[in-house]
């Protein structure tokens, strides 16, 4: 794509004493007064001389709220029929619905999603945050049905799990992925809710657990969720693999490693515990991960962290993957939503968050989304990361641990990039699939990206969510003038 941006000059009209631009309507193709029409309106919101026609390669000018919130409803009524929200028979197809006798045939219908998994608990999380920025319950509804679900359910498959317990996991270590294959073991692969009865990892345990929490503390469910959440925070915090100084670690693909994204994997559940039970040990646990892991993986001097660290290694593998960047400091915006003002962890976690906004300030590319690896614009540009950017750098501003004039213009220009990424059926485009950690720029650069990757939903529904909230709020006078983005209206032309 030809980037180059020539600017050329804009009809103007005066309105109201000010001079106004039509800084993004394309040119007419015959003037008023050979065609006969009336002179076009100004675009809303652009004041004093612009540069235009521009051929952007996305909206350029601050969306609507309207706009914003017909996107996430895209989302939301394609996730209603493509994640299930009831148990079959697998035998007979029938739903069921008494779950006082374990049936080894319950499973799911058919379905493009699962119910549970770490990236569903980000789609959780969105939905819970969307219906709180749009007052829409249908958000929440659509998490507080599934989790009634998994709640009613659990203790079926709990009870066969504990009877007939799955076999111990091949490979993967501590962090390892999905359960063995072979014996019933709580319905064997037919179970699915085997996270949380059964939890054995990170990637198990937080996200789902965050959401949970969040979801307990809104009331939305009708049901008390502590048997589902007291297990999965007890994993974290009690039977995860730890360095010895306490760090969250992994014995994959070396001994003795830290991936970037076990930061949200672990730590959000943790705060968001101490949230629910006023408990600080909670709070200390958290604080401690944020800061150890960013003293072995934060590089200042990029003001971005490398996705993988092993112990062993004289020098770190140091890819600044896009979507390990965001759990990071998605992380960081949840800990410091919850994390008491007089902690004495806060003010580090904070001048942490704005180092890393300055440092993916600096690697946005011009279209307003980010790359797979961060630092390389020879590799793609990346759905799910830039939408998580796009939601701390908002949720930054609403809480004013940024400022609108510096940053606002960043997430709205990132939004509207993601925003593209949304197609007609409501589905996230561009989004890598799952990656592990490597060790050369092309694991990384031809990951493959897919609508099925469930990890775009749920940072899309939160960007979005915080984008309402950001246009109502911080910049709901954000306008283009001088044929730039601006947060207000300038007290002066002069």
């Known amino acids: 794509m030809n980037r180059v941006l020539l600017p050329c ?24 007064a050979a065609s006969g029409a009336a002179p076009a309106a100004p675009e809303a919101g652009v004041v004093n001389m612009g540069a235009g026609p521009v051929n952007y390669p996305m909206p350029y000018a601050p969306p609507a709220v309207a706009d914003i919130k017909a996107a996430l409803d895209r989302i939301r009524d394609y996730l209603e029929t493509a994640t299930p929200d009831h148990l079959i028979d697998r035998t007979t197809n029938q739903t069921i619905t008494d779950f006082s006798h374990p049936n080894p045939n319950a499973t799911t219908p058919r379905s493009t999603f699962q119910l ?59 962090g390892g992925g999905a359960g063995g294959a072979g014996g019933r ?14 939890p054995r990892s990170l990637d198990d ?34 039977k995860q693999f730890r360095f010895p100084d306490g760090t969250l670690a992994r014995n994959r693909p070396y001994a003795n490693t830290l991936w ?65 960047n965001g759990w990071a400091i998605m992380t960081m915006s949840e800990v410091l939503d919850v994390l008491p003002e007089d902690h004495p962890g806060r003010a580090k976690i904070l001048e942490l ?25 020879d590799t793609y540009l990346e759905t799910s990361a830039s939408a998580i950017f796009v939601y701390a750098i908002a949720h930054g501003i609403n809480r004013g641990w940024i400022g609108a004039p510096a940053h606002g213009a960043m997430a709205i220009l990132g ?17 890598c699939v799952g990656t592990d950690m490597g060790f050369e720029p092309t694991f990384y650069s031809f990951r493959p990206t897919s609508v099925m990757a469930a990890h775009g ?18 910049a709901k006078d954000a306008l283009i003038n001088l044929g730039s983005m601006q947060m207000q209206r300038p007290p002066s032309f002069f």
């Open 205 to 238: 345990s937080g996200s789902m657990g965050a959401a949970l929490i969040k979801a307990q503390r809104a009331g939305i469910v009708g049901t008390d969720l502590r048997p589902l959440i007291d297990p999965l925070v007890d994993w974290i915090a009690n």
């Open 185 to 198: 073991g709580g319905f064997g692969r037919g179970n699915p809710v085997r996270p949380l009865v059964a």
């Open 9 to 32: 000059l804009a009809a103007l009209t005066f309105s109201s004493g000010a001079l106004v631009a039509t800084a993004q309507t394309p040119a007419p193709s015959a003037t008023p």
């Open 457 to 474: 939903y749920g940072p899309v529904l939160l960007a979005g969510a915080e984008m309402i909230a950001l246009r109502n709020g911080p």
């Open 260 to 324: 970037l994204d076990d930061l949200f994997m672990g730590v959000p559940a943790l705060a968001q515990m101490g949230k629910l039970t006023g408990d600080r040990k909670y709070f200390d646990d958290a604080v401690k991960q944020v800061l150890q892991f960013s003293e072995r993986m934060f590089v200042k001097e990029k003001g971005l962290f490398m996705h993988g660290w092993v112990q062993e290694m004289d020098d770190h593998p140091a890819f600044y993957w896009g979507r390990a």
């Open 116 to 174: 549970v998994s770490y990236e569903w608990g980000v789609t959780y999380a969105g939905m819970l945050r969307a219906a709180e920025t749009t007052g829409d319950a249908r958000f929440s509804d659509f998490t507080a049905k599934r989790f009634k679900l998994i709640a009613e359910v659990a203790p079926m498959f709990r009870a066969d799990a504990a009877a007939n317990p799955p076999p111990v996991p091949g490979a993967g270590g501590p």
């Open 415 to 431: 939004w509207n990039a993601v925003a593209k990424k949304i197609n007609d059926k409501g589905q996230v485009e561009g989004t």
């Open 353 to 377: 968050y704005r180092a890393h906004v300055h440092g993916l300030a600096a690697c946005q590319s011009a279209d307003g989304l980010w790359h797979q690896l961060l630092d390389r614009s």
